[in-house]
């Protein structure tokens, strides 16, 4: 279960999954005398409260994910109570939380979840996002390079792209043009990536290099949406292009009548 949330970002809308369900096996090992090897835990490990834990931490992400917060908030609270040192329930509490807008509790849960496991890279990605979305930007950063430097980290690409996300809202735009970069070269498949790379380049007077990976964007109809073909537009208008702007506007238009992104195409404002 992977929910996706959409963040904004100079208007664009950039996919973020900002929470993985990892690790859910838990942690229990069989018991072994000093000096003894241990066994690889497996599933057979788990206790009955583990697997209780186990099943209602699910649940409560596939209601995080359908946007039913306080029945996701109910199956995390008997989570803990099944298991009270289970990281990755504090994680999604986290999450929970920070949608409510209870930023107390969300932040004691992202702490509460690396406390429990300090190598919780997922943990880590998500207190970072949630501190970028409160302007707290060196924190967020410090928290993305935890979650990079930490071993076998399967999503290095998700927390590259909120880390270049964060940094181009921070000011810091060569820093993201970095951070968007390597995350392109790991997935250039994800159109969110390349949306907030094209964007960054734009602000940097990249015009022509923000033309190409905006282009690939546009060039497949699933991937294309207003603020895509408006920020293709404003690429244009600095290009000098003025018949390449107006045909992405009219094409905006068209597909996209009801989008705010064609007002500012109506009035002229490619600068904003």
């Given amino acids: 279960m992977t929910p996706l949330r959409a963040v904004r970002h100079g208007g664009l809308q950039a996919l973020l999954t900002l929470l993985v369900m990892t690790g859910l096996s838990g942690c229990a090992t069989q018991g072994a005398g000093q000096g003894e090897l241990r066994e690889r835990a497996t599933d057979s490990d788990q206790t009955d409260a583990d697997r209780r834990a186990r099943v209602r931490l699910e649940l409560a992400g596939a209601y995080f994910g359908r946007g039913q917060l306080d029945t996701a908030l109910d199956e995390l609270k008997l989570s803990i109570a099944a298991n009270p040192n289970y990281s990755a329930a504090y994680n999604l509490r986290g999450l929970i939380y920070a949608s409510l807008g209870d930023d107390a509790l969300a932040e004691d849960s992202f702490r509460r979840a690396l406390q429990l496991n300090n190598r919780d890279a997922d943990a880590m990605h998500n207190y970072g996002w949630y501190l970028c979305q409160r302007q707290r930007y060196n924190d967020a950063n410090a928290q993305f390079q935890l979650a990079l430097a930490q071993p076998q980290y399967r999503d290095t690409q998700r927390t590259l792209l909120a880390r270049g996300i964060c940094q181009a809202r921070a000011g810091?735009?060569?820093?993201?043009?970095?951070?968007?970069?390597?995350?392109?070269?790991?997935?250039?498949?994800?159109?969110?990536?390349?949306?907030?790379?094209?964007?960054?380049?734009?602000?940097?007077?990249?015009?022509?290099?923000?033309?190409f990976y905006i282009g690939r964007v546009n060039a497949q109809q699933a991937t294309t949406n207003a603020q895509s073909l408006w920020l293709a537009a404003r690429i244009e208008h600095k290009l000098g292009n003025a018949v390449g702007a107006r045909d992405l506007g009219e094409q905006m238009r068209s597909r996209f009548p009801q989008a705010p992104e064609v007002q500012l195409f109506d009035k002229g404002r490619f600068d904003e």
Avoid: H, K, W
């Fill in 172 to 211: 810091q735009l060569m820093e993201a043009e970095g951070s968007l970069m390597r995350s392109y070269e790991l997935d250039p498949a994800n159109p969110g990536t390349a949306i907030n790379l094209s964007d960054v380049l734009l602000r940097r007077g990249e015009f022509t290099r923000a033309r």
